[in-house]
C-alpha cells in the first residue's frame, strides 16, 4: 500500500478591490468560517504595517511624508518580498493564506499615477502566485459614500477610477470578480464557495507557483 506523507499544501487565496469595496470585511469572514471547518488558516495583509518597511508606508499613506513615486513603488513591493518566504514555508505546511491586498494592489495603484504598467510588475516577479483571486467590484462612488472613506492618501474619487481600469488591465484566469455592493452576507458565501473549491484543488496537489 502506497503511503503519501507529504502533506499537502495550502491555497494562496487574495482578495483584491478598490478602497472601502469590503475586503477586510470578507477576509476575517472567510478565515473563521475556514476555521470552523477545521482547514487550517492564517490571515495576512499588504501593506503589512508592522515592519520597519511598513511603518514607511504607512506614514506615507497618512500624509505624513512625501516619497518619490517610484521609491514607494518599490517599497510596497519590498513589504511583500519579506513574507515571502514565511508565507512559502506556511502554505507547503498546508496552512491557507488569505492575503487582503497583494501585487495587484501594488501594480494597479502605482500605474494609476502615470507610471509604466511594465516597470509596476516587474519587481512583483518571483512572488508566489495566487491560486485564486477574487475581486470585490464596486463603483468608485458607491465606495466613496461607504464609512471611513477619505481618510487615506488614495482615497479620491478620479483617483479610484483610474485604479479601477487598471485593475481591469490585470485580471487573469485565476480572477473571480463578485459584485462588491450585494450585502455582506450574500458575498461572504459566494467568497466561501470559491475558496472551497480552491482549497480543495490546492490539495489535490495543484504545484506552487512563482
Ligand atoms: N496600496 C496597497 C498600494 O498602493 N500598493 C500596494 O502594494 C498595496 C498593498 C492601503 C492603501 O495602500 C494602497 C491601497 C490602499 O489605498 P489598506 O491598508 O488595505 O491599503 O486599506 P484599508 O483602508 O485598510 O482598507 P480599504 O479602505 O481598502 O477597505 P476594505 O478592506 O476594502 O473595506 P472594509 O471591509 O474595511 O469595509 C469598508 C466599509 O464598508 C462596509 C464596512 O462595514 C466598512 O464600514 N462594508 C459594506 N457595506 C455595505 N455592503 C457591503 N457588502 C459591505 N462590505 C463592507
Ligand atoms: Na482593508
Known amino acids: 500500500k502506497n503511503c503519501h506523507l507529504a502533506i499537502s499544501r495550502g491555497s494562496l487565496i487574495v482578495l483584491e478591490g478598490l478602497d472601502r469595496s469590503g475586503k477586510s470585511s470578507q477576509c476575517s469572514r472567510l478565515v473563521s468560517y475556514l476555521q470552523e471547518k477545521g482547514i487550517p488558516v ?3 495583509r499588504f501593506p503589512d ?7 514607511m508606508i504607512s506614514t506615507y499613506l497618512a500624509n505624513e511624508s512625501e516619497l ?19 508565507m512559502e514555508t506556511k ?31 516587474a519587481p512583483e516577479e518571483g512572488l508566489i502566485a495566487p491560486d ?7 463603483a468608485p462612488e458607491k465606495a466613496a459614500e461607504r464609512d471611513g472613506y477619505g481618510c487615506e492618501r488614495y482615497e479620491q ?10 485593475y481591469n488591465l490585470l485580471r487573469d484566469s485565476t480572477w473571480k470578480v463578485i459584485d462588491g455592493c450585494l450585502s455582506l452576507e450574500t ?7 470559491q475558496a472551497l473549491e480552491c482549497v480543495s484543488v490546492c ?8
Open 49 to 55: 504595517r508592522s515592519t520597519s518597511v511598513g511603518q
Open 68 to 86: 518619490d513615486d517610484r521609491t514607494i513603488h518599490l517599497l510596497f513591493s519590498a513589504n511583500r518580498w519579506e513574507k515571502r518566504s514565511l
Open 42 to 44: 492564517e490571515a495576512c
Open 187 to 193: 458575498i461572504e458565501s459566494q467568497v466561501r464557495e
Open 91 to 121: 502554505l507547503k505546511n498546508g496552512i491557507s493564506l488569505i492575503v487582503d491586498r497583494y501585487s495587484y494592489s501594488g501594480v494597479a495603484f502605482s500605474a494609476s499615477k502615470g507610471l509604466n504598467i511594465e516597470w509596476c510588475k
Open 157 to 166: 474619487l478620479e483617483f479610484q477610477r483610474k485604479v479601477a481600469q487598471n
Open 132 to 138: 485564486l483571486v477574487i475581486y470585490l467590484e464596486i
Open 203 to 210: 490539495k489535490k496537489g495543484k504545484p506552487l507557483l512563482n
